[in-house]
């Protein structure tokens, strides 16, 4: 059996404002090493919560257990972390083994787009070879490495938010519903090109979606989730579990 | 590249990449300083010279000796040496202190007062020469009014007395080597160099003085005291001290207490409404920079999450906003006292002499341009802290949404 990457159980997020709001419950999920995670469900049934959880950018308010292994060996209690707030150990383990995909946005407008690209190898002081130029080629986006994203289409910018998370070659790429800001066939371009990519690098994908998911059911394990009002209809809850 | 150096390089490259916005933080930084620095400027120019016409002016820092006593080269020089001593020089008798005048260009004998005098006279501030020996004089402007004469003429000085019985009088050329301002006196002085005055003595006395050539008895071998002198304390808040010390030796002394105390309160009362104002603005300045720079490290709060969604630790993202408040606060107080600068001389040289003023109007020294710098740098760098640790402290997921 290969390894547990993220292990979670009894993790509980709220966001509740005066007795009403919305509740994200994970009974248990255990995600394998290079395994292909969908998380698939209707607009606001907690997809991004559970996203920025797995990111380490957003902490559970309970859980029993919440373990993230992202390389073999080095193990680390998520829960304990928060709770002792050590950040520096949680950016850690993101800058070093985590590539995140945001729905839209999420580069530095400032920086031309290799310089985006370059910015987690730069924070992990990774010597400066081919690695960006051959992904950029591969994502198409090679003739816009020198431009500000200012410049470039939503599609590119996309492409080239999938080249940052992945320049500094993480064993986790998350992408929240990284095409749902796209017209159609360019998110199932974008996609095919992204599943093709991760193919050979021995990563464990977690994506949100809620439509281009199907077409790649063969390859991807697919959450299981049910949500619904509970305490009166004052509590919208939604689970996830495997 | 540490990740030091990272936000150093990445604050720097937003800095200039939003250079209209960093601008408008300049200018908006500058635009509040700048006037300040100028009220400052105009307080400080006005109640400065103000307060230093009333604390400098030697009149009020005279410590003047009532009645006459013994006085030795030895107890005039122990005061000379003193740190609240400005300017001290023995006086001979007032009797003996007098010569007579006279020009070739008035008709008049002038019987003109003497007074030593010597380098660092506080009397004679303004002029660039003093007696260096017997043949120079410095006349106040009422005599040389009266004797028609200028600087650089000779006047003929005359000295009479009643020598064993029969009545004799010397000559002695002297050189006018300048005339001291009409706010110095307004009788008839002449300002001589001390060896002048004892010669003068002397004649008088019937003694003979060898290097002029005026016979007499010879003089004692005794060393010689003087009744009275002529002391100013180097500021007006040392008078107190030294009338102090010499009453306890038992010289009684009168002064320009009253005088005194009043330019003291006046020198504390302004003071006071000085600080009051530089209180108030800063106080203003400092919210208004720091809401400002808050404000913005606000507005930054995506990029900071983006940051440290790649991997930023969060101590680390504080220096982004604080460095580029830096920035704000370099530029911003450069363009301040650029603006305050051209200001200064405008009003200092076409306000001030509409306004008959001959001081110095709007004025600063360079210490309160490093406490602007101190001022503006702090309140940015702080306020940039206290905005950059919330953006710190939230988890990054709430900073990265758009809402």
């Known amino acids: ?242 | 590249m540490s990740q030091v150096g990272n936000v150093f390089r990445l604050s720097f490259r937003d800095y200039t990449h939003e250079w209209r916005m960093s601008g408008c933080f300049v200018f908006s930084l500058a635009s509040v300083l700048a006037p300040m620095m100028i009220l400052f400027g105009l307080k400080f120019g006005i109640v400065s010279s103000m307060v230093y016409e009333l604390v400098e002016n030697p009149v009020n820092r005279e410590i003047r000796p009532i009645g006459s006593g013994r006085y030795d080269q030895q107890w005039i020089e122990k005061y000379r040496s003193r740190g609240e001593v400005e300017f001290i020089i023995p006086k001979t008798r007032a009797l003996a202190a007098s010569i007579q005048l006279k020009s070739e260009t008035a008709k008049i004998i002038l019987s003109t007062e003497l007074m030593a005098t010597a380098e660092q006279d506080p009397l004679l501030a303004n002029l660039s020469k003093t007696p260096e020996n017997i043949y120079q004089i410095v006349l106040s402007q009422s005599a040389a009014k009266k004797l028609n004469i200028s600087r650089g003429d000779q006047v003929d000085a005359s000295l009479a007395r009643q020598f064993k019985g029969k009545r004799e009088r010397v000559h002695l050329k002297l050189e006018v080597i300048d005339i001291a301002d009409a706010s110095v006196a307004n009788r008839s002085v002449a300002f001589v160099h001390l060896d002048l005055l004892i010669a003068t003595e002397h004649f008088k006395d019937g003694r003979s003085v060898p290097e002029l050539g005026w016979g007499g008895d010879a003089v004692d071998a005794e060393s010689r005291s003087y009744p009275s002198f002529r002391m100013y304390a180097r500021s007006i808040y040392d008078v107190e001290n030294l009338v102090k010390d010499l009453e306890d030796q038992g010289v009684r002394v009168k002064t320009k207490a009253v005088e005194i105390t009043t330019v003291q309160s006046i020198d504390r009362n302004l003071s006071i409404i000085f600080w009051i104002i530089a209180c108030v603005g800063a106080a203003g300045f400092a919210f208004s920079l720091g809401a400002s720079l808050w404000a913005n490290v606000d507005r930054k709060k995506k990029d900071l999450s983006i940051l440290r969604l790649v991997g930023f630790k969060g101590g680390r993202i504080v220096l982004f906003p604080v460095m580029q408040s830096f920035y704000t606060a370099i530029l911003g107080w450069l363009l301040a006292v650029l603006v305050y600068l051209v200001f200064e001389q405008l009003i200092n040289r076409y306000l001030a002499p509409r306004l008959n003023l001959d001081q110095t109007l709007c004025y600063l020294i360079s210490e309160h341009f490093f406490w602007a710098l101190g001022l503006t740098v702090t309140t940015a760098i702080f306020a940039a802290i206290m905005g950059g640790m919330r953006a710190a402290n939230i988890d990054p997921s709430d900073g990265l949404r758009d809402i």
Request: glycine share 6%; with cysteine.
């Open chain 1, 1 to 242: 059996m290969s390894t547990i990457v993220y292990s979670l159980k009894n993790v509980v997020k709220e966001r509740v404002v005066e007795n009403v709001g919305f509740r994200l419950q994970v009974p248990s999920i255990e995600i394998h090493a290079e395994e292909n995670i969908a998380l698939v469900g209707h607009s606001g049934c907690g997809k991004s919560t559970l996203m920025d959880m797995f990111a380490l950018i957003l902490h559970p308010d309970e859980s029993d257990s919440f373990e993230i292994n992202p390389a073999d060996g080095k193990l680390d209690d998520i829960d304990r972390l928060w709770q002792r707030k050590q950040r520096d150990r949680l950016s850690q383990i993101r800058r070093q083994h985590i590539g995140y995909v945001m729905q839209s946005g999420g580069l530095l407008s400032y920086l031309t787009v290799r310089e985006n690209i370059e910015l987690p190898r730069r924070l992990l002081k990774l010597p400066n070879d081919d690695s960006i130029d051959s992904i950029s080629r591969v994502l198409g986006i090679h003739r816009q490495l020198d431009k500000l994203p200012g410049l470039l289409s939503a599609g590119e910018r996309q492409r080239v938010v999938f080249a940052r998370a992945l320049s500094h070659r993480p064993t986790i790429l998350l992408a929240d519903e990284p095409t749902a800001a796209l017209d159609p066939i360019t998110a199932r371009k974008i996609m095919a090109v992204v599943m093709e990519l991760i193919k050979g690098l021995k990563i464990t994908l977690i994506t949100a979606s809620h439509d281009w998911a199907h077409v790649y059911k063969m390859d991807l394990r697919i959450l299981k989730q049910e949500a619904g009002p509970i305490e009166n209809g004052r509590i919208y809850q939604s689970t996830f579990r495997d």
